[in-house]
T-cell receptor, first 115, second 114 residues
Framework: AQSVTQLDSQVPVFEEAPVELRCNYS??????LFWYVQYPNQGLQLLLK??????LVESINGFEAEFNKSQTSFHLRKPSVHISDTAEYFCAVSRSGGGADGLTFGKGTHLIIQP | ETGVTQSPTHLIKTRGQQVTLRCSSQSGHNTVSWYQQALGQGPQFIFQYYREEENGRGNFPPRFSGLQFPNYSSELNVNALELDDSALYLC?????????????FGSGTRLTVV
């Protein structure tokens, strides 16, 4: 079984400042890692994912995340945030190599951008 | 791409009743999974269907059941509703049974049990 811990339930940050949202996971098997974003009253949108290869993955809107196997972490970062980044961010894992046990999510981090 | 659509968007039911939630998967996606997201929590995996067969299930009782149809639409049925079933129910589809493709989520159905 897998578990995901998002260490911060809320992260307030000023506009144009950098931000890091922390995610740690636990698993006895190899996993794929994901970050999803949820805007108010909407479903989840895939932000980025790590499957294998380069440990640094990037999204099209400036976010990046780095897989650290030794620390079992997959922290999300953005060098300069915008008001439109205000949302709930979820880290998730799934068993690699195929599986039917779905995604295991963390409890989410609410990113609050202050003008 | 048509995306994933769910209906209805909101629903109010009485404890003990039964409910059916519907999902239309993205075109070409033969895998659909359902999640329950309680207020302030992350989504929890209910079950997954692949080519009309349930092939994975989370820690939910049998009163949560589902169907997947040949046209890639699907249903989530919940019997004997309890107050704790109040949540946002999310449907997600994928082009393959394996997880690396990622999942496309719908906007969800907000179920309130009174």
């Amino acid at each position: 079984a897998q578990s995901v811990t998002q260490l911060d339930s809320q992260v307030p940050v000023f506009e144009e400042a950098p931000v890091e949202l922390r995610c740690n996971y636990s698993s006895s098997v190899s996993v794929y890692l994901f970050w999803y974003v949820q805007y108010p009253n909407q479903g989840l949108q895939l932000l980025l994912k790590y499957l294998s290869g380069s440990t640094l993955v990037e999204s099209i809107n400036g976010f990046e995340a780095e897989f650290n196997k030794s620390q079992t972490s997959f922290h999300l970062r953005k060098p300069s945030v915008h008001i439109s980044d205000t949302a709930e961010y979820f880290c998730a894992v799934s068993r690699s190599g195929g599986g039917a046990d779905g995604l295991t999510f963390g409890k989410g981090t609410h990113l609050i951008i202050q003008p | 791409e048509t995306g994933v659509t769910q209906s209805p968007t909101h629903l109010i039911k009485t404890r003990g009743q039964q409910v059916t939630l519907r999902c239309s998967s993205q075109s070409g996606h033969n895998t659909v999974s359902w999640y329950q997201q309680a207020l302030g929590q992350g989504p929890q995996f209910i079950f997954q269907y692949y080519r009309e067969e349930e092939n994975g299930r989370g820690n939910f009782p049998p009163r949560f059941s589902g169907l997947q149809f040949p046209n890639y639409s699907s249903e989530l049925n919940v019997n004997a509703l309890e107050l704790d079933d109040s949540a946002l129910y999310l449907c997600a589809s994928s082009p393959g049974g394996a997880s690396p493709y990622g999942y496309t989520f719908g906007s969800g159905t907000r179920l309130t049990v009174v």
